[in-house]
């Protein structure tokens, strides 16, 4: 099993930025695929951004241009950087880890822009 903690979340005004971090308890293979979620009260889980084992990104479109995802496999660790955050972003925010075969979660982070 791995356990994936999330951090950096928090109230932001809009415009401002924030960076999320997502460490997993163990050592993350090289070939796992990471990706951020986000969810709002009575909606379903929407994909943000994905990072391959390659180093491939994918995002969603009406974040690209302003989050960027990154991953540090030495230190077991994704990244979203936010940045030009706007009150639709609020969300809480899910780091995923996956392969074909395995499929890890976060227990989310709340992220809040408003003035």
């Known amino acids: 099993q791995v356990q994936l903690v999330e951090s950096g979340g928090g109230l932001v005004q809009p415009g401002g930025s924030l960076r999320l971090s997502c460490v997993a308890s163990?050592?993350?293979?090289?070939?796992?695929?990471m990706g951020w979620y986000r969810q709002t009260p009575g909606k379903q889980r929407q994909f943000v951004a994905q990072i391959t084992s390659g180093g491939s990104t994918n995002y969603l479109d009406s974040v690209t241009g302003r989050f960027t995802i990154s991953r540090d496999n030495a230190k077991n660790t994704v990244y979203l950087q936010m940045n030009s955050l706007k009150p639709e972003d609020t969300a809480v925010y899910y780091c995923?880890?996956?392969?074909?075969?395995?499929?890890?979660w976060g227990q989310g982070t709340q992220v809040t822009v408003s003035s």
């Open positions: 163990r050592r993350i293979f090289r070939f796992y695929s």
């Open positions: 995923r880890v996956y392969t074909a075969l395995d499929d890890y």
